[in-house]
């Protein structure tokens, strides 16, 4: 029989040390959501997710058991807590899928023009290049923001076939300050992207009459890994072994590991899934703005004035989004 499991408030508030509480879980937990979600998980993305769901108010009460003023988690009723808020909102979307490749030439594009200054910047993209951010950097965060709205997108399609959702791919110095996230929509929606897989709360900007949550699995090296999966990677090393010297021993050997990570990949055979899970939404309407500088559980002080709702407070039934759809004139 395993030890048990302890949770305190440190453990709660700590990706890390919750990590390192449930490491023994985490193998099973792994094999349990690939054969019924059909998704494979990284140690540190899965027990960040299964950490969100602890933190929810409505699922400690029934997974901590109190005892001797300690809580403990009740291991199988956590499990099927996980299974049933990860499997029931997880997408996954390969890297050659059409929209996540305009992505990729959207966030080049963007990010190249925000660097000549031919468009205005947002609020976050200032704070970026006023921090002298590489343009990595801020091309990766222009990947993350805008990635939710593909994975929306694909997660509504794969629900119901008959879903119309364009997105948004215009870039022009002269857009308005603030615009639909899916620009046929009858209503404002704003749609966040969050790498933040531990976090509890959704948030919309005070424009918008809609706020859409999704959750983002993104690889370390996301525009690495294009490279890799289309053969650019080993177009450079073949053109860099060419030009480096045989008798080069050291750098021939670096070459030579370098391959060796990246022999699994075949040209233009794409193995790589990004991987969302579409949290819910919410009416702004039903909120009024969390003011800014306010202290929130789990997020620390509100940055600026915008509507945040608790994660289990969102629509996300099916029977939900069908009606989100009807609501915004979504249907072919």
């Not at 792994?30 to 602890?54: D, P, T």
């Not at 993104?218 to 053969?231: G, K, M, S, Y």
Request: proline share 4%; glycine share 4%; net charge neutral.
């Amino acid at each position: 029989m395993s030890k048990p499991i302890y949770v305190t408030k440190q453990v709660l508030n700590s990706p890390s040390k919750f990590r390192e509480a449930i490491r023994e879980l985490l193998p099973e937990t792994q094999q349990r959501l690939a054969s019924r979600c059909g998704v494979i998980f990284e140690e540190e993305s899965l027990s960040e997710l299964m950490l969100a769901v602890l933190r929810l108010r409505q699922n400690r009460e029934t997974i901590l058991k109190h005892e001797k003023n300690r809580r403990v988690l009740q291991i199988e009723t956590f499990m099927n807590a996980v299974e049933k808020s990860l499997c029931s909102t997880v997408v996954s979307v390969p890297l050659s899928d059409p929209d996540i490749l305009r992505l990729l030439v959207f966030c080049i594009e963007i990010t190249h023009q925000m660097f000549e200054g031919g468009i205005r910047a947002t609020t976050a993209a200032k704070s970026f290049r006023e921090k002298q951010r590489r343009y990595e950097e801020i091309l990766l965060a222009q990947f993350i923001g805008k990635l939710g709205e593909v994975l929306l997108k694909r997660y509504l399609e794969n629900l119901f076939p008959n879903t119309n959702i364009q997105l948004d791919w215009e870039i022009s110095p002269n857009r308005q300050k603030y615009t639909s996230d899916i620009p046929n929509a009858k209503h404002i929606v704003s749609i966040k992207s969050s790498p933040s897989l531990a976090g509890v709360w959704a948030e919309a900007d005070i424009e918008s009459e809609y706020g859409i949550m999704v959750k983002c699995v993104v690889p370390r090296a996301t525009l690495l890994q294009f490279f890799i999966e289309v053969c650019g990677y080993i177009r450079l090393f073949n053109f860099i072994e060419e030009r480096v010297p045989k008798e080069d021993a050291l750098f021939q050997g670096y070459i030579q590991n370098i391959r060796n990570r990246v022999s699994q990949y075949r040209c233009d055979e794409v193995k790589t899934n990004l991987i969302g899970f579409v949290c819910g939404y919410f009416r702004t309407s039903e909120y009024e703005p969390t003011e800014q500088g306010q202290e929130l559980e789990y997020l620390g002080a509100v940055r600026e004035k915008r509507y945040l709702v608790k994660l289990s407070e969102l629509h996300s039934l099916k029977q939900d989004w069908q009606k989100f759809l009807e609501e915004n004139g979504l249907y072919t």
